[in-house]
C-alpha cells in the first residue's frame, strides 16, 4: 500500500512518540495478541490510541496491510474510526508498524463488566447493544464485499464519551469473496466466543460473527463471563448459553439479568433481548439470525421468532481437537461444538419464557 492512500494520514515516529511520551508505560491503555495500546495526545490537542504492533519483521507486512485496507474503507458512527499510521525501521528498534485510531475515553466494555464492575441500567445497556448490532450489520451488509470480523468480544466493543458502542479491531477481519457462502480458513479468534462450525471445520461466514454477538449479548444482560460459576449450578463452573437457557425452560429467564443492573426496562423487552441473545449463539447456523434481523426484532418492527431447542449434547474428547486445530489457545468448551454430534438433529419445538413475546 503506497503512501499516497488518501484514506490515511501517514505520522512520524517522532509524532508518534511525542504523542504517547515515547511509549511510555504510563500511557498504556490495554494489550492485545499484536502488542500494545497506547493513549496519545497530538500536538493540538486531538487525543489518539495508538495500536503499535510487536515482534514485527519484514514477512508481517502485508498482514499489516491489510489490516489498514480492511480499517481505512469503512466508516461508521459504531465503528471505531481509523486516523492513520506509522511505519519505521531504525537499528536498534527494527521494524515498527503502528495503526492511530480515535481515542475512547470510556474504555472497554470488558472493564466496565468485569473489572471497574460498573453499575450499567437497563437503558445504557440496551443502547450499547443497538451500538454494537448496528456496527457489525454494516460490516456484512453494507461493505462489499462484506467483512467479517472474525474475533467479537467485550475487550473489542469501546465506548466513546457518550457511551455509545465503537466496534474495534480488525486484526482477524477478512473480506468474504464474491459469490462465497463461506470461507474456510485457519481459525483466529477468542476462546469461548468463536463459533462451533468454526471450531470445527474452520468455516467462516457472518453467522460466525453472529454466535459470537450472542455470546456478547449473553455477557452485557447477565453481567458473567462466558465461563462462570454461578447460584445453584454444583460443582464447578457452567456456560453462561447452558445456564440462560436452563433458566428459559424454567419460565425464568429474567432472573439471568445482572442484580447489579439497577434501572430496568419493560419485562417483555428485557426478555426479548435475552431471548435474541440466545437465538444468535445457537450451535445449529441455520438458526441463527442475521444482524439486520436481530436490529428489527430489538427495535420491535419484526416479531421474536421461535426460539429452537438445542440438539441433546453429547461428551467428546477436547484434547482430539485441540490438536486438530492447532492448540488449546484456540479452543473452548464455551465454543458449543457439542452441539454438531447431538442425538437427533431435528428441532424439538419452541421454548419461551413467556407466552406473547415480542
Not at 472493564?111 to 437503558?123: A, E, I, R, S, Y
Request: hydrophobic fraction near 40%; charge should be neutral; include cysteine.
Amino acid at each position: 500500500m503506497a503512501k499516497s492512500n488518501s484514506n490515511l494520514r501517514w505520522f512520524t515516529i517522532a509524532e508518534i512518540k511525542s504523542a504517547t511520551n515515547n511509549f511510555s508505560r504510563h500511557n498504556i491503555a490495554g494489550t492485545g495478541g499484536y502488542g500494545n495500546v497506547y493513549r496519545g495526545t497530538l500536538e493540538d490537542g486531538t487525543e489518539i490510541a495508538v495500536k503499535r504492533f510487536k515482534n514485527i519483521s519484514a514477512a508481517g507486512e502485508d498482514e499489516f496491510f491489510h489490516e489498514l485496507e480492511v480499517i481505512s474503507s469503512v466508516r461508521h458512527r459504531n465503528l471505531v474510526a481509523l486516523q492513520g499510521c506509522c511505519v519505521d525501521k531504525t537499528d536498534n528498534v527494527g521494524y515498527q508498524r503502528i495503526i492511530v485510531y480515535d481515542y475512547m475515553p470510556n474504555g472497554s466494555l470488558h472493564d466496565h463488566l468485569f473489572v471497574k464492575k460498573t453499575k450499567m441500567d437497563w437503558p445504557r445497556r440496551k443502547n450499547i447493544a443497538l451500538g454494537i448490532v448496528r456496527g457489525l450489520s454494516y460490516l456484512h451488509q453494507e461493505v462489499q464485499p462484506a467483512i467479517i470480523h472474525r474475533d467479537i468480544k467485550a475487550s473489542n466493543i469501546l465506548l466513546d464519551a457518550n457511551w455509545n458502542a465503537r466496534v474495534a479491531d480488525f486484526g482477524l477481519a477478512k473480506f468474504t469473496p464474491e459469490g462465497a457462502t463461506h470461507v474456510t480458513t485457519r481459525v483466529a479468534g477468542t476462546q469461548g466466543y468463536v463459533a462451533p462450525e468454526y471450531v470445527l471445520y474452520g468455516q467462516l461466514n457472518e453467522k460466525s460473527d453472529v454466535y459470537s454477538f450472542g455470546i456478547l449479548l449473553l455477557e452485557l444482560f447477565t453481567g458473567k463471563p462466558i465461563l462462570k460459576t454461578v447460584p445453584n449450578a454444583g460443582e464447578g463452573s457452567v456456560l453462561i448459553t447452558d445456564w440462560v437457557w436452563g433458566l428459559v425452560k424454567q419460565g425464568k429467564v429474567l432472573d439471568a439479568l445482572d442484580p447489579e443492573m439497577g434501572c430496568l426496562g419493560p419485562s417483555e423487552v428485557m426478555e426479548r433481548f435475552l431471548l435474541i441473545a440466545l437465538l444468535c449463539a445457537h450451535p445449529q447456523v441455520p438458526c441463527r439470525p442475521t444482524l439486520d434481523s436481530v436490529i428489527k426484532i430489538m427495535e420491535n418492527d419484526q416479531p421474536m421468532p421461535p426460539l429452537p431447542d438445542r440438539p441433546l449434547a453429547y461428551t467428546v474428547d477436547i484434547a482430539d481437537i485441540e490438536q486438530a486445530i492447532g492448540g488449546p489457545e484456540i479452543l473452548s468448551s464455551g465454543s458449543g461444538f457439542q452441539s454438531f454430534s447431538s442425538r437427533g438433529s431435528s428441532m424439538r419445538g419452541s421454548v419461551s419464557a413467556r407466552e406473547g413475546v415480542s
